[in-house]
Every structure is written in structure tokens, then in C-alpha cells.
């Protein structure tokens, strides 16, 4: 018998987030171990009308291509990614890690490789989705390794999963429209707004220009669960020093205690206590990649601890997390890289965002 908290997921992701209409060309890309969700999507997807493909993954299957691919292997572009990219209507990724460390001794080189070899067709996704004509959502399905990763049981991080995901609330798709009225309001005092700066102990005042960029509002569609607004900061503005105190796990690796500074608009310093080599190594995948794609702000008030899991803690009400390289086209960014990699800076504990030289939020609250 299917979980009823996964049911009650498959039903919102079909009829809320990603809106299934009938003829719609669909892709599911997921692990095998996240079965259940994959079902329930499949046939709810089916009775909505969509045609339907899947991608099923195996473990061990990345590791092994990145650590024994040759650099042809490694810098191919799959003509079924390209069809996807350009033809499908609606892509649902779901993850479900086994093990959140698997590639945490591949070469960070060859990961750059892939990345760049990717990042025309990075390019083309995001520009059909800023236009319309591709509905996306990344979701995750619960497993031990993401509960390991959260200090919790795999039965305590099902139930914080599916509170986050507002999957335990009677309407759940009430609940996201109300996240997205909230966060409306804040994005309508944003509107003409020129700066902003990010103040915390003891190490972050960055300053970041958003004159004639949008702020976009995220509320359970692209991202589930989500809670968030984010824009393009203008390339060249950005300038300070930031800490990101939480450890960021990326490509296999947990980085820790990054900061960086900026000086107009690119990274001209970078330090990690953990993981170092790797974080320059990213910094260096192209010239995009040491500019700033993303501002995003949490206001998921939901979500109230630390995960090691992006999807979850960028969302964290009285956070900002800002992305190193691509930018999202329908906010106006305009910076192109073959990455685009979040990192969460808190600003919980005496930190505050001034816009234009108001207090916005401060001690993760905001005051507008």
C-alpha cells in the first residue's frame, strides 16, 4: 500500500506545481529507489492526459562514468538530453541519494568538464522555461543518507520532510498559495528598488545592485518544497565580503565555511576551511562562474533547521543564499556559466538586509 503522504505529494507535483495538461510530452527523471513517488506521478500523469517518458538511475553509475570516462566520454552531450531540453513540455527530477558522498573523491577537473560541455544546453533549459515553454520541478524522495545528513532518523526526517513540503497540512496547495501572497507583498516593495546590502557578524557586507532586475516568487512550482524569491544581481555591482557559515554538499563534497569576496561583480578571494581545492577549482570552470546568477531569500518559516541539503536550507525563513555562476534569464540576469552553485549565508542572529537603505528584514525577520 502507497504511503498516503506520498499520494497526497504525487497529487500536488501533477496538479499544482508542474499543472499536467493533456498532450502534454513529459519526462520523470529519478533513482530506482524512489519507486513509489515515480508510480504515483506516472499514473496521475497519465490520467491527466501527458505522454509520458522515464529516466530511471542506478547507483554507482555517475561515479563510475566520471571516474572512467575518457575526456570525449566526459565532454559528450547526449542527443536524448537534447531532445528533452528542446521538445518536452514538463521534466520532473526527483532525487533520492543513497549516499550524498559518493563523488567526493572524483576529480573536481573532470566534474568541470561536464559541466562545461553542458552549459549551452543549461542555457537553452533555462531560456524555455523563462519563456513558457518548459514546466520544471526538482523534488526529492526521503532516504537514509539525506536523514544521515540531518542528524535525525530516517522516520524524524519523513516527518520534516513531509511538514516542509506542507504535505501534512488538510489543503496543502492552499498552503503554497498562501506562501506565494506573502511572499508577493515583499516582492511588490522590492519593485524599483536599486540596492542591497547584506550585513552579518562577523564577516559578511556585500553589497549587490538589482536596478531593473525582477524578483521572481517561488512557491512549491519549480522547487519542492520551496519558499523563496530570488533575482539576478546586476553582474558588475556586487562588492564586499560574504561567510557562508553552513556547509554547502556539492558534487559529493561538503565545503565548508566558505567566504569570498568581490570586487565589482567577481570573486577575487576565496577560503574554505573544508575543501578548498575544490571550491577554486569550481571558481575556475569558466568566466562565469566567479559572478553572482543569484540573489534568493528565504521565507519558508517552516523549514527551521540546518539539513546539509540545499533544496531544503536555502529556504530557511531568515536566510539569503547567493549562487556562484548562471543566472536565471526571466529575473534579467544576464551571466552564463556552466554552474550554478547555492550557497546559504544566515542571517538569523544580528544580521540584516537594507535595501536602498531601509531595514528589509533583520534577525531573519522581516521588518516591511
Known sequence: MVDPRIAKMAAVLVEYSLDVQPGDLMIIQAPARAEPLVQEVFRRSLERGAYLETKIGVSGLTEAFLQHASEAQLRHVSPIEELVTDKFRVFLKIGADANTRSLANVDPSRVAMVHEAHRALTSRFMQRAAEGGLRWCYTQYPTEAYAQDADMSLHEYEEFFFAACRLTEPDPVAAWRDQREMQQRLIDWLAGRREVRLVAPPDTDLTLGIEGRRFVNAYGDSNFPDGEIFTGPVEDSVNGTVRFAYPSNVGGREVEDVRLRFKD????????????????????????????????????????????????????????????????????????????????????????????????????????
Open 265 to 368: 561583480g567577481k570573486v577575487v578571494e576565496a577560503r574554505a576551511m573544508k575543501n578548498e581545492e575544490y571550491l577554486l577549482r569550481m571558481l575556475d570552470t569558466d568566466a562565469g562562474a566567479r559572478v553572482l546568477g543569484e540573489l534568493g531569500i528565504g521565507a519558508n518559516y517552516g523549514i527551521t533547521r540546518y539539513t546539509r541539503n540545499t533544496l531544503f536550507d536555502e529556504k530557511i525563513g531568515g536566510t539569503v543564499h547567493l549562487a556562484l555562476g548562471h543566472s536565471y534569464p526571466e529575473t534579467g540576469g544576464r551571466n552564463v556559466s556552466a554552474i550554478h552553485w547555492d550557497l546559504v549565508c544566515d542571517l538569523r542572529q544580528g544580521g540584516e538586509i537594507r535595501v536602498d537603505g531601509n531595514v528589509f528584514a533583520k534577525d531573519g525577520t522581516f521588518a516591511v
